[in-house]
């Protein structure tokens, strides 16, 4: 595995990396909703909004992908719980949602399981991997319209959460994923229309040349 960022492909990288960044503000909202992924840093952030006041309930939303199987063997959303435990997190501010297998699922299982409690939203600050944000942010437009969506990320620099993951291919796989997935899911349904500028098709179709293929949808490939 590669930990660090070459320098051929940093420039492309890099302009992905930030057309995923939603750029939010943060602000206090109803509740924060942790996305379930291979990325406990995930958990670590939710954990640190939440002492400082941002939101006063956390879900934890995320069953297994082939992705995560191995690191979370009890589900993402349990082993997110389990860490912002550990991070000081009252257990009576954590809500579980264990089944959710894509962000598809994470929005609806969510909404139903805070509908069930009697909970209403009007805000939630979507808490996920870097470059799940607009992916996230779409979906959720989509899917649970009339509620204020702010997106938030651990703020790592990039060669910083490159370095905290471990793997720079994986990293680079899934932005190129997640960039396909952007027209992908809006063609299908899945979530509203986001503007592709031309530098970040440009630079994604170079890192699917060079073979980055991984994460893309097989109609492509």
């Not at 909404?111 to 009007?122: K, M, N, T």
Request: proline share 6%.
């Amino acid at each position: 595995m590669t930990e660090t960022l070459p320098d051929d492909l940093r420039a492309d990288v890099r302009t992905l990396w930030d057309y995923h960044d939603m750029h939010h503000e943060l602000r206090p909202a109803d509740v924060g909703i942790g996305l379930g992924s291979h990325d406990l840093g995930v958990a670590t952030y939710a954990a640190e909004l939440f002492h400082a006041g941002m939101f006063p309930l956390i879900v934890f939303t995320g069953a297994n992908a082939p992705t995560t199987v191995e690191r979370f063997p009890r589900g993402e959303a349990v082993h997110y719980r389990e860490h912002a435990l550990e991070l000081g997190v009252p257990d009576d501010a954590i809500l579980v949602e264990p089944e959710a297998r894509n962000t598809g699922d994470n929005i609806t299982l969510t909404r139903a399981l805070l509908d069930s409690r009697g909970i209403e939203v009007g805000s939630v600050v979507l808490i996920s991997r870097p470059y799940q944000q607009r992916r996230a942010y779409a979906t959720c437009k989509k899917l649970w319209p009339g509620v204020d969506v702010i997106c938030a990320s651990r703020p790592l620099p990039l060669d910083d959460y490159v370095a905290s993951i471990g793997d720079v291919d994986r990293v680079i796989t899934m932005l190129v994923g997640d960039t396909q997935r952007i027209t992908v899911y809006a063609e299908r349904g899945f979530a509203v229309q986001q503007d592709i500028p031309n530098n970040v098709a440009e630079a994604y179709d170079r890192l699917v040349q060079v073979g980055f293929r991984e994460r893309l949808l097989p109609q492509d490939w």
